[in-house]
C-alpha cells in the first residue's frame, strides 16, 4: 500500500537524521556501523508504526466529524474519502517526526550528555527511546 510505503521511507528518513551527527568521523561509523544500523531499523520500524496508528486515529475522528449523515455514498470511492486519508497521513507524519525529533534532541543534548557513555549507545539509546516514548504519545493524539 501506497501510505505504508511513505509512512516507512518517512521514518526511515527521520531515523537517518541523528546519524549526521554521531558519524561525522567516518572511524566512528565504520566502527560502529552494526549499531548504527540496528537504531535505524528499531526506530524505523517504531516511527511506522506509530504513523500508522496516528494515521487511523486521526482518520475515523476526521470521518465522524465531516460526514454528511444525510448523504449515502460509496464510502471507498468518496472525495471525501481519499480528502481524509491525505490529511490523516499529513498529520501523522508531521505530528510523530515533530514528537521524534523533540525527544531525539532531549535524550541526545541533554539528558545523556552529561554521562560517560560510550558513543554507539548514547546513540541507540537517543534514537531507540524517543521512537518508544513516540508510539506510547501516538496513542493519544
Excluded: C
Excluded at 487511523?56 to 471525501?80: C, G, M, N, Q, Y
Amino acid at each position: 500500500k501506497l501510505q505504508l510505503q511513505i509512512f516507512v521511507g518517512s521514518g526511515f528518513f527521520v531515523s537517518i537524521i541523528p546519524i549526521v551527527l554521531y558519524a561525522t568521523d567516518n572511524q566512528i561509523f565504520l566502527s560502529y556501523f552494526i549499531f548504527f544500523l540496528i537504531g535505524i531499523v528499531i526506530s524505523t520500524g517504531l516511527l511506522a508504526h506509530t504513523y500508522v496508528n496516528v494515521a487511523s486515529k486521526t482518520r475515523k475522528a476526521l470521518f465522524v466529524k465531516r460526514r454528511d449523515p444525510t448523504i449515502d455514498e460509496d464510502v471507498e470511492t468518496s472525495p471525501l474519502i481519499k480528502q481524509i486519508r491525505e490529511e490523516s497521513a499529513s498529520y501523522a507524519v508531521f505530528t510523530v517526526n515533530f514528537t521524534y525529533i523533540l525527544l531525539f534532541m532531549f535524550f541526545a543534548f541533554y539528558l545523556f550528555r552529561p554521562y560517560e557513555i560510550p558513543s554507539y549507545i548514547h546513540y541507540l539509546a537517543s534514537t531507540s527511546l524517543p521512537a518508544l516514548i513516540t508510539l506510547g504519545v501516538g496513542r493519544f493524539y
